[in-house]
């Protein structure tokens, strides 16, 4: 089995470093994009193994929150990765790590028999009004910002418009397919990843489209599964990410959480991480891999 990881970087260069040196372990491919903001300064400073492919600076891209710039450097990387068709593609972050040896996830691919991971939430979910409010409103530039202002300022847009979780018909933009919403991260067979980019380049409204959305990153990837063959072989993502503190972004794992990731049995891969915070839990997991291996 050929496994390929696409890796969203922007910062802490050593931890990318260890995150592709225990991807790499078995032969698996690895293809980075480094946000062209920072590409400079940080890209120097990776040790790049022979199957690691970091974009070329020409072609990254200056990804910010919330914009459709997430989505272009994903398919930049999608691109690359198809190139060598890939049995898995697995869409990460650089402040993900493993859970799992590269040989457990293999074994457990190969016994899933061409399942695609990835999360469609459907109407019955608490969330899902509020994804459809990002993508039925055209946002300008300024909405589509993480500051506080700029949350302030969409919360009273969301309002005048007919609320956080309604949109009066006369706002509602015209999607070119249908919508369906989930986490950005995922892991899809090399076919089904294929069939979705094709799709994609066939319909060229969608960009145009996205860019006027917010966090389309968690949208355009799950519309185009369910418009693809592959639509009845998805089951939830397999990256673990801890929501509790109710905050904008995920928790930040520490050396405390380390029970709760070591007994992930249905995830193989978390996030966040970030080693400026926390190392150790790195190191911690990095040697659960290797014993891991070992026993196999």
């Not at 457990?104 to 109407?123: A, C, H, P, S, V």
């Not at 397919?177 to 069939?195: D, F, I, K």
């Not at 928790?251 to 709760?260: C, P, Q, R």
């Amino acid at each position: 089995m050929k496994n390929a990881y696409l890796i969203l970087c922007h910062k802490n260069p050593h931890q990318v470093n260890l995150l592709t040196k225990e991807l790499c372990r078995d032969g698996s491919q690895v293809f980075l994009h480094w946000d062209k903001t920072n590409y400079r300064e940080c890209v120097p400073q990776l040790t790049l193994q022979k199957n690691v492919t970091v974009i070329p600076y020409e072609e990254s891209i200056s990804v910010g929150w919330g914009e459709f710039s997430i989505c272009e450097a994903q398919l930049t990387l999608c691109h690359y990765a198809l190139k060598k068709q890939p049995d898995y593609v697995f869409n990460l972050s650089g402040q993900d790590f493993p859970l799992w040896s590269q040989q457990e996830i293999k074994k457990y691919l190969t016994q899933q028999n061409g399942t695609n991971f990835i999360d469609i939430l459907n109407e019955s979910s608490p969330y899902y009004k509020n994804f459809e409010k990002r993508n039925q409103l055209f946002h300008r530039k300024f909405l589509r910002k993480n500051t506080f202002g700029a949350r302030c300022l969409r919360k009273i847009y969301y309002l005048l418009t007919g609320g956080m979780s309604y949109t009066f018909p006369f706002f509602r933009r015209k999607a070119p397919l249908p919508l369906y919403y989930g986490s950005n991260w995922w892991c899809l067979t090399g076919e089904c990843l294929q069939e979705l980019v094709s799709l994609y380049d066939s319909t060229p409204d969608l960009q145009k489209f996205f860019q006027g959305s917010i966090c389309s990153d968690e949208c355009l990837f799950q519309s185009l599964f369910m418009k693809s063959s592959y639509r009845n072989t998805n089951q939830p993502n397999l990256t673990y990410i801890d929501w509790s503190e109710h905050k904008a972004s995920p928790k930040t794992f520490l050396s405390a959480d380390k029970n709760v990731l070591l007994a992930q049995s249905e995830k193989c891969f978390a996030r966040k991480f970030d080693i400026q915070k926390d190392e150790e839990i790195l190191l911690t997991l990095q040697q659960r891999i290797h014993r891991d291996d070992t026993n196999i």
